[in-house]
């Protein structure tokens, strides 16, 4: 990720989330698409990581919509059927939350680009749940490392893993001298509370 510049910075004008959580980082894994390098590395840590923490898996499913490509991908190394899951369901046409052809009692791991709160993948969860499949657990590159969302996963009953996070990522950027202390230092306090730096952002803009 930091190797083709997928991490974005931008401490004096964050980056907005969904969610409305001001933040001074941005990593767009979309982007590891298009290295080969890095698209095959990827799908073969997922691959392996599958097979490890969910040996009766027997269908994957990407999450619209940076999860769909990275699941093909991974189906594909694991000789799986695959599918895909609507934030919501479409709102013409079949109307479904599901597409493709969901396998009857499938055992199914779902793939994710990105974890922060969690709530599009929770959502994700439901939607396959409602539609008769088994969501046995979730991976996903990178996330955040907020508590909340794994204590969110695990009350859903669904194990999570990913294959990087936060932490070794800004050790990792300040080793590569992709990051200086300050902005270490700067993005550590956000992990800690990105909640209460975003206040403070947003004090501080009001205030200017």
């Avoid at 982007?31 to 073969?44: A, H």
């Avoid at 055992?107 to 680009?113: C, G, P, S, T, W």
């Avoid at 992709?178 to 952002?201: A, C, G, H, M």
């Amino acid at each position: 990720m930091l190797e083709i510049s997928a991490v974005k910075l931008n401490p004096k004008n964050p980056f907005v989330w969904t969610s409305g959580i001001n933040s001074p980082i941005y990593c767009d894994n979309r982007v590891t698409l298009s290295y080969q390098e890095v698209r095959t590395f990827i799908k073969k840590c997922f691959a392996d990581l599958i097979l490890e923490k969910f040996p009766k898996a027997n269908c994957i499913a990407g999450i619209a919509t940076a999860g769909i490509a990275q699941g093909a991908l991974i189906a594909d190394v694991l000789d799986m059927p695959y599918i895909y899951i609507r934030p919501e369901p479409k709102k013409h046409g079949l109307k479904n939350s599901v597409e493709g052809r969901l396998p009857e009692n499938a055992n199914v791991v779902l793939i994710e680009d990105l974890v922060s709160t969690g709530k599009s993948s929770l959502a994700a969860i439901e939607n396959l749940r409602n539609s008769g499949g088994n969501a046995i657990g979730l991976v996903s590159i990178f996330n955040y490392g907020f508590q909340n969302a794994f204590d969110a996963f695990e009350q859903a009953n669904c194990p999570y893993y990913s294959l990087s996070n936060i932490s070794v990522l800004l050790e990792e950027a300040l080793a590569m001298n992709y990051i200086t202390e300050n902005q270490f230092s700067e993005l550590k306090n956000w992990n800690l509370d990105p909640v209460k730096w975003s206040e403070n952002f947003i004090s501080q803009q009001a205030n200017q």
